[in-house]
């Protein structure tokens, strides 16, 4: 079983020339929700530290919470959930198909496939479809609704049972899965060596920048173990033997970055990735003023949303966070929020429903709560779905005020 560790050295790169960026002391794994108050306001607290490369400027934790913790029993994100992540997958499959040629028949093959939500579009488009998924329930899911899905984390014996099932992939994908991998030099080495010659390889992370210029710390956790951008993977990738085709931004979970690449004889960098990369080397990854200043700014931030609070408070009106997210235990941390604060949470998802959020005690019940109230202050936890929640929250027949937090502090009136 692999343990908690100290990350000692570039999780790319290898150097041990690592510099503190952010430090935001100890808190609970955000998706581990528990059955109990007394259990939620006592759990176990980890080192939460963002590094940052001296040498290839890659970003990343500098603690390894053990994935058999993360994912193996207790893990209930779903990707099928939201709406406009569902739309942005449909999108995403049409691309790839296009960009990569797939015929019908191609072979497919997901790195961190969850409930299967992406597979099933390639499944549509007839491919023939795998996935490969530590967490138990969403592998359960997925297999259920006829995505072949093995339950493990994407190493040796993992691609040993894809072959027998489907053989080597055409394609092998992932998304917003790779910053989650504990073993992740070697998910790209095993990404390499599986695929046909000539295959592609399309992911999807979380953007660093984008995390910086709008101020969404939250997105920083446990299961978070890098913080991507172009620069550090295209180095890496590209002396794997990985020819870089593209790289594109897209507004997924708050903003990701996409790479296309594609396992060739001869390793090249094309030349819109090297513009690509000229104008990140400008960006404010580079700006130690800007680094150095960010939390600062995000503090700030939070110290508004506090008060915003605490006057509700004064006005005796129920205040409800809506979703419960792993972002949502450091975003009420920073904002000195609990379960004295926030009377309760409501969620979508059935899997969280009874369970109360790690620290901060607050429960979580079903949406349909909501109607038993006239008017409520909803602040959006799962603010990378503001725009689905706030379609629902329109349908309802009472007041509502909704704050949202990211990536613009914003009150509305509903």
Known sequence: MTTNKIIRECRLCSSKELKTLYDFGKIPLGNNLLLTFDESITVKLYPLKVVRCQ??????????????LLYATNY?????I???FINHIKNYTDWVTKKCNLAKGSIVLEIGSNDGS????????????????????PSKIANKKGIKTINSFFNIKAIRNIKKCIGSPSVITSQNALAHIDDLKNTFINAYKFLKDDGFFVFEVGYFKTVL????????????????????????LNNLGFS???ISLNNSQGGSIRFLLQKSKKAIISNQVKGFLYNEKKSILYSKKYLDS?????????????????????????????????????LLKTANLN??????????????IGKYLPLHGIKIYPTEKLKKYEKVFIILLAWNFSVDIIKKLKKLNIKIIVLVPHPKLEVLNL
């Open 55 to 68: 040498n290839c400027n890659h970003f990343q934790l500098n603690y390894s919470v053990s994935p058999n």
């Open 76 to 80: 209930t994100y779903l990707s099928g």
């Open 82 to 84: 939201g709406s406009s």
């Open 118 to 137: 992406c597979l099933e579009q390639f499944k549509k488009k007839g491919m023939i479809v795998c996935g490969v998924d530590p967490a138990q329930v």
């Open 213 to 236: 210029e709008k101020k969404i710390f939250d997105t920083i956790y446990h299961e978070h173990l890098d913080y991507h951008h172009a620069f550090p993977l295209v180095n890496y």
């Open 244 to 246: 870089i085709k593209n």
């Open 294 to 330: 960010w939390i600062i700014q995000i503090r700030k931030n939070f110290d508004k949303i506090s008060k915003i609070i605490h006057k509700i408070k004064k006005q005796k009106i129920p205040i409800v966070g809506y979703g419960a997210p792993t972002k949502a235990t450091l």
């Open 339 to 352: 379960y004295k604060d926030i009377n309760f949470i409501v969620d979508d998802n059935n899997l969280k």
